[in-house]
């Protein structure tokens, strides 16, 4: 530890030394204040006194997402033996590795380009290091598909960080959660790697290219097949069977063993996350249970209104599927682009529960259309605040008036 | 039903804003405060509300080819059914919009004289608002068979229109305090603001209703 330090504050006197390298010095603050406690003390009077500041929140964060960063990891694999008919053969030592060799990479080109943009801007505008993006450097390659090219992920990221968070101001400012922005970005830009039925597998379009690919072996995701079953009711039957029981049923929806985007589609996992984020206080409860509540209802409506495959699958089972658990959990309760009141809090989770299914489901365009929804839950956040705000005005107005 | 789907659609799938980026010049002037914004979106709603159904009947029964043969009973282009006075359909409606929006106008300034102070300028300048005469040109384009439908399409592009204003408007109060960088502060923020909330709204495109 003693050695660690000694490095930063070497760091620091070297730096302090000359005045050119002097606005280097957010470089080598980011570092130390994320392995040791920041030494700045409140200079006025305080009025709350926690050992959490915003770089242990976000550490939390991430401490939760790593069951989704791990079963994804698997689950890439998977995957990829499944489609290619090697199941009983391969060991899960081989899953394993050709999960790491895909995922790793987008993570670390991630955090590279994202920090980049983040050293950047810090430099040039003399401040120190916003924390925000630790998470989202996490949350960008977990949403994405496994195929996705790694250009396209440092793009994005850019993309994400400059004009969805850097423009307001840096981290605490932005309107858009900064993860949802860069896969937006990608999905409307790419539409190509970023949807449709061959990338959601790693090596499922190559080998379908050179036709190594077993009889029946399908690269589509759970909501792909759906809307294929709704748009032509003569493969309905056979998808709707794979949903009783075979590939989609309740169990491995839940686990996850499906097709998806990397870390999304464990529902096991992202309830892991959850349930830390919610013991340590760092996700609204509020937010998770009134998104959750949203996304039943409007199922529940649909499965009434049924005539089709994708219309009766039971509303639980269409909640398992997807980026809805991953968004409800760890996009949605992302604290600065969420509503900030407590009332807020409901109507905003409810409403992205409610039009992500919406769009899931009556939109054949945007299978995945949760990341839409919560994103159309951020734009609408500051009014939904802003109404509570005045509603509460105007009910301590009455109350003065009475008495 | 077919008046819901209307509705949905102008409302939501092919908002003026996010979808044409009709009207952006008093939606980027006006949205300031949410109150204003909320005054203004009222202002447009009823101006959209009324204009479009009364350029359908303009449309329907004077400009449209054969549209004037109700005034002596003929038929197949011959006296007043030959006539086809499409090409003066612009004027037509920017008159009518424009003589609407002088009402509004004065029944602002009668009920609500601070918010008429606070839109100044802006509440006249709805009749040069391109959200307006682009709901009445493509209300021409889409030819609604009845004139209730022409009105669900006017309350539905307006409602849009004051769904969009009022959430860039509580945006835009939200980061009042954001340390925006010198350049981007006021006009270009909104239209980095805009380009995002478009990019949200792109989930309802290809709405299947």
């Known amino acids: 530890m003693k050695f660690l330090r000694n490095i930063f504050d070497n760091a620091h006197a070297t730096l302090n030394k000359k005045e050119s390298t002097k606005k280097f010095f957010p470089l080598v603050d980011a570092i130390d204040t994320l392995v040791f406690t920041p030494n700045h003390v409140t200079k006025k009077g305080s009025h709350i006194r926690d050992a959490i500041d915003l770089k242990r929140t976000m550490m939390l964060v991430i401490i939760a997402l790593i069951p989704c960063l791990l079963f994804g990891i698997y689950n890439t694999g998977f995957q990829h033996y499944r489609v290619l008919g090697q199941l009983d053969t391969a060991s899960w030592l081989d899953m394993i590795g050709v999960g790491a060799l895909v995922v790793l990479p987008m993570v670390i080109v991630s ?15 003399g401040h120190t290091v916003h924390e925000g993006f630790l998470v989202s450097g996490m949350l960008i390659p977990l949403c994405m598909p496994a195929d996705v090219p790694l250009w396209m992920v440092a793009v994005a990221t850019i993309f994400a960080v400059v004009i969805g968070k850097e423009v307001f101001g840096g981290t605490g400012m932005n309107i858009l959660n900064v993860a949802l922005t860069a896969r937006a970005f990608l999905f409307f830009a790419h539409p190509t790697k970023m949807s449709g039925n061959l990338v959601w597998v790693t090596g499922y379009e190559d080998a379908k290219v050179a036709g190594n690919l077993p009889d029946g072996a399908s690269g589509a995701t759970a909501l792909g097949d759906l809307v294929q079953g709704k748009a032509d009711p003569s ?16 169990l491995h929806s839940f686990v996850g063993l499906i097709p998806g985007s990397i870390g999304e589609t464990s529902a096991l996992m992202c309830l892991i996350g959850a349930g830390l984020l919610l013991w340590t206080g760092v996700a609204s409860w509020r937010i998770i249970t009134s998104f959750f509540v949203g996304g039943f209802v409007m199922a529940s409506i649909l499965n009434l209104v049924g005539g089709n495959v994708y219309f009766d699958l039971p509303a639980i089972h269409q909640l398992m599927l997807g980026g809805f658990m991953f968004g409800m959990v760890f996009m949605a309760t992302d604290p600065v682009t969420a509503s900030h009141t407590n009332t807020g809090k409901f109507i905003y989770g409810f409403l992205g529960g409610f039009i992500g299914i919406l769009i899931r489901m009556v939109n054949p365009a945007y299978p995945e259309g949760i990341m839409l929804a919560i994103l159309i839950a951020n734009v ?5 605040d802003h109404m509570v705000i005045s509603s509460n005005i105007k009910r301590r107005l009455k109350r003065v008036k009475v008495a | 039903m077919d008046l ?8 939501f799938v092919d908002n003026m804003i996010f979808a044409f980026f009709f009207g952006m010049c008093s939606y980027l002037a006006v949205s300031k405060t949410v109150k204003t914004a909320v005054g203004l979106g009222m202002a447009v709603i009823f101006v959209l509300v009324v204009t479009i159904p009364l350029n359908w009947l303009i449309e329907n029964f004077v400009l449209q080819e054969g549209a004037l043969s109700w005034v002596d009973g003929s038929e197949n282009g011959e006296g007043f059914s ?68 022409a009105t669900v399409y006017g309350l539905g592009s307006g409602v849009g229109w004051f769904m969009a204003v009022v959430l860039i408007a509580a945006i835009r109060e939200r980061i009042r305090y954001a340390k925006i960088p010198g350049p981007l502060r006021g006009v270009g923020m909104a239209f980095l603001i805009t380009g995002l909330m478009g990019l949200a709204f792109l989930g309802f495109m290809g709405f299947e209703i």
Do not use: T
Request: hydrophobic content about 60%.
């Open chain 1, 111 to 125: 955090y590279a380009s994202g920090l980049l943009v983040e050293f950047i801007f810090a430099i040039r505008n």
């Open chain 1, 235 to 250: 493969m309905a039957a056979e998808i709707g069977a794979s949903f009783d029981a075979g590939q989609y049923d309740l």
């Open chain 1, 380 to 384: 609408f956040a500051p009014l939904i």
């Open chain 2, 4 to 11: 819901v789907k209307i509705f949905i659609k102008s409302a």
């Open chain 2, 82 to 149: 030959g006539l086809d006075l499409s090409y003066l359909s612009f004027i037509m409606f920017i008159a009518v919009i424009a003589s609407i929006v002088q009402l509004v106008e004065m029944i602002v300034e009668k009920f609500s004289p601070a918010l008429y102070g606070a839109l100044g300028i802006f509440l006249p300048l709805i009749a040069v608002n391109c959200a307006i005469l682009g709901g009445a040109l493509f209300m021409q384009e889409k030819q609604f068979p009845n004139i209730a439908g």
